[in-house]
């Protein structure tokens, strides 16, 4: 069986993005909910992230894989801005 972890990047502007959606210190129970590992968005697929009613756009601007040694692994999704709101 394999163990895999997630981890999420984000480019300068998405983190811009999304630290003004949700700030570190506003909520400490903040978390963002993605699918199962066998679902995640594949490069370009555009996810809608933030709280409730002020979801905004991210794109997976890279999806990278890295074997951790046996059976584990980590999948990295690297999340961008749409090139328009740059």
């Known amino acids: 069986?394999?163990?895999?972890?997630?981890?999420?990047?984000?480019?300068?502007?998405?983190?811009?993005?999304?630290?003004?959606?949700?700030?570190?210190?506003?909520?400490?129970?903040?978390f963002l909910a993605l699918p199962p590992v066998e679902c995640l968005?594949?490069?370009?697929?555009v996810l809608f992230l933030g709280p409730t009613g002020k979801?905004?756009?991210f794109i997976v601007a890279e999806r990278q894989y890295h074997?951790?040694?046996?059976?584990d692994w980590t999948i990295i999704l690297i999340l961008d801005v749409p090139h328009e709101t740059h």
């Not at 968005?41 to 697929?45: A, F, L, N, T």
């Open 1 to 30: 069986m394999s163990n895999i972890q997630l981890d999420i990047e984000w480019t300068d502007a998405a983190s811009r993005k999304i630290e003004k959606l949700m700030p570190r210190n506003a909520n400490k129970d903040a």
């Open 55 to 57: 979801q905004q756009p």
């Open 41 to 45: 968005p594949m490069e370009g697929d």
């Open 67 to 71: 074997h951790d040694g046996e059976a």
